[in-house]
C-alpha cells in the first residue's frame, strides 16, 4: 500500500509556521494545498514561507470585514471584530499594550473558498482545517463538502459550548464522525458509508505508529522567517501515522 498524498486547505494559518497543522503534511508528506491567512502582518510570511500561501479572508457571503490585526506575539488573538466575544475584545486593548506589539483595524473583503480553489484550480480537497475565530459555523453551513470531496475537517474550538454543539451536529448531518484529539482542535473524519456512520470518538494515542513523530522531522522554526513561538505539536503526525485513521480514511480511497 503506497503512502497516500493528499490536498488540504488550512485557513487561518498564522504565518505558515507557527502551529500549522499543514505544515507537516506539506513538507513530510508531500501533500500540496493553500494556507490562508487574513491577518496582513502575518500573510506576508505564510506567503513567503509555504508554497502556496494566500492573503485572504473567508466569508460566506463575500463581503467587507472589519479586520483587527496584531503583529507578532499578540497576532493569534488577531479576528474579525464583530465575530470576537468580551475576552478576544480585551485581548486587542492589552495584548499589543503589554508585549509591545502593534495593533492595526483594516478592512478586508471577504472570498468565498470556492473562489479560491477555481482559482488554484484545486478540484478536491482532502483536509480542511479551519481556525477563523468564529467563522467555522457560516462556513460549514454554506460550503459544499460533497462537491470538493472533503475527507477530515477540523477546527479550533474557540466557540462557546451551545455553537460547539450546533457545528458537531451540522457536521454529522454532513457525514463525518468525530475524532478525538488531544489540544484545542477538533477533527472530523467523513464516513463515505452513510448507513454505517457512527458519532463514536476514537483515541489517537495509538502506540503502533508507522511513521516517526514529528519532533524528530527536523522542521526547525528559528530557521524561517517570521516565527514567534513554538512549532505545532505533533498531533497531525499522529492523526496521519494513526493505523485507525488510515483504515477509516485511506482505506476509503483504495490507496
Known amino acids: 500500500q503506497k503512502d497516500f498524498v493528499g490536498t488540504f486547505v488550512e485557513f487561518g494559518c498564522s504565518n505558515g509556521i507557527r502551529n500549522s497543522n499543514s505544515l507537516l503534511l506539506e513538507r513530510e508528506y508531500g501533500w500540496n494545498g493553500l494556507c490562508i491567512e487574513p491577518n496582513p502582518f502575518e500573510a506576508k510570511f505564510a506567503i513567503k514561507n509555504r508554497k502556496h500561501g494566500i492573503h485572504a479572508l473567508l466569508s460566506y457571503p463575500a463581503q ?3 479586520y483587527a490585526a496584531m503583529s507578532g506575539h499578540c497576532a493569534q488573538g488577531s479576528g474579525i471584530v464583530e465575530f470576537m466575544n468580551e475576552k478576544s475584545k480585551n485581548n486587542l486593548r492589552t495584548c499589543p499594550k503589554a508585549r509591545g506589539e502593534q495593533l492595526n483595524y483594516v478592512t478586508i473583503p471577504g472570498v468565498n473558498l470556492e473562489t479560491l480553489l477555481n482559482e488554484n ?6 483536509w480542511i482545517s479551519a481556525d477563523c475565530e468564529g467563522c467555522e459555523w457560516t462556513f ?7 462537491k470538493y470531496d472533503v475527507r477530515v475537517f477540523s477546527y479550533e474550538t474557540s466557540a462557546d459550548q451551545a455553537t460547539r454543539t450546533k457545528i458537531e451536529h451540522l457536521l454529522i448531518e454532513k457525514g463525518f ?6 489540544g484545542n482542535d477538533a477533527v472530523y473524519v467523513r464516513n463515505l458509508h452513510r448507513n454505517t456512520l457512527q458519532n463514536t470518538p476514537v483515541s489517537l494515542d495509538n502506540p503502533d505508529q508507522e511513521l516517526p513523530p514529528a519532533s524528530n522531522l527536523r522542521i526547525v522554526p528559528k530557521d524561517i522567517d517570521g516565527t514567534v513561538g513554538s512549532q505545532a505539536n505533533n498531533n497531525v503526525d499522529k492523526l496521519i501515522s494513526n493505523k485507525l485513521f488510515k483504515n477509516d480514511f485511506a482505506g476509503n480511497l483504495n490507496v
Open 64 to 66: 467587507d470585514y472589519k
Open 121 to 126: 484550480h484545486i478540484p478536491s480537497v482532502t
Open 140 to 146: 460549514i453551513q454554506n460550503f459544499d463538502f460533497d
Open 177 to 182: 464522525s468525530k475524532h478525538d484529539w488531544k
